[in-house]
């Protein structure tokens, strides 16, 4: 049984209704942290069969409780900083408090499944319904201005929002953790249509650095990872990608986990303002 490192804390994870944001809050409630799960859609994880049959119960929220912790989730869109303001003052009303937040909301999609109906469906991997995502478009010198605001507001604003949220806490308690989620594609100049995706998590990884310069004096640590191809329901099996990989594999959900596991606890202690590459070694390929 693993060790209940967590217990007596509260963590919220943003877009922890499926796929690696579930993997991080199964984690931390394995590890005895109460949980807080804050998505635009609590039922995401029906949209895809591999997510779907990875659920042990109707909710990730109801998975939790059955780790016995105390557990909490919240549909709504945290590209909106007033709604996320209030949503972190709902946690923190029914949970006592917030030491860990980890802002994991985001893709490098312009509609998700579960926004599109079928006559628009798009190139993205096909959910239950049959619908695809609708990737972005265009070109980092001429993209469409709905793609572009959608995309940055998902990735970037929601972290930016969720991190200014929290830290008054934190600051008020004089600790915490926080892990903002990057990608590879912040890191490396590739990609096609992920152009606003890239230039939003590379953005997440300078934004890491300043709030831990300025949350430190507050014993809060910030850091960010940047995971590379990771299976989830939404972007498939991507195996074939393994003879590329130096480690041969694609990610696995439990990959990222075990790092989140060492930024919220206290392994990381004395490590603030950095980004850890999850990618088995493939964005140091040329
Ligand atoms: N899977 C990968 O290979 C990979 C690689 C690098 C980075 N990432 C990043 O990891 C995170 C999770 O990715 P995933 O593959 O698990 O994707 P996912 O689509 O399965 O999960 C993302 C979740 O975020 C929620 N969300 C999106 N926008 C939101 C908003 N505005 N308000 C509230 N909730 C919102 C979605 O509803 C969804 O449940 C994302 O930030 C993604 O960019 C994933």
Do not use: W
């Amino acid at each position: 049984m693993a060790e209940k490192k967590l217990a007596d804390k509260v963590a919220v994870i943003t877009g922890g209704a499926r796929g690696l944001g579930r993997g991080y809050a199964l984690r931390l409630a394995s590890l005895g942290c109460d949980i807080a799960i804050i998505d635009r859609n609590l039922q995401g994880f029906t949209v895809y069969e591999f997510e779907k049959n990875l659920m042990t119960a109707s909710t990730v929220v109801e998975e939790c409780r059955a780790l016995g912790v105390k557990a909490m989730g919240l549909e709504l869109d945290l590209t909106d900083r007033t709604v996320t303001e209030q949503a972190m003052g709902q946690v923190v009303s029914e949970m006592g408090k917030i030491d860990i937040a980890i802002t994991n909301a985001g893709g490098g999609t312009f509609k998700f499944a579960d926004e599109v109906d079928s006559s628009e469906s798009g190139p993205g991997r096909k959910g239950e319904s049959g619908v695809g995502d609708i990737n972005t478009t265009g070109t980092p010198s001429d993209c469409p201005q709905d793609a572009l605001m959608r995309v940055l507001n998902i990735n970037l604003m929601t972290c930016m929002y969720t991190c200014m949220a929290v830290a008054p806490y934190m600051k008020k308690q004089k600790s915490g953790k926080i892990v903002t989620v990057s990608s590879i594609a912040g890191l490396m100049a590739r990609g096609g249509g992920y152009h606003p995706y890239g230039t939003a998590k590379a953005a997440i990884i300078y934004y890491t650095r300043t709030l831990a310069q300025e949350l430190g004096p507050y014993n809060i640590n910030v850091n960010c990872i940047a995971p590379g191809i990771i299976r989830t329901g939404r972007l498939g099996d991507r195996s074939s990608f393994a003879e590329r990989i130096p480690l041969r594999r694609e990610g696995t959900i439990e990959d990222c986990a075990k790092v989140v596991e060492f930024l919220v606890t206290d392994l990381s202690d004395y490590v603030t303002g950095k980004t850890i590459t999850i990618d088995g070694g493939v964005s140091d390929q040329r």
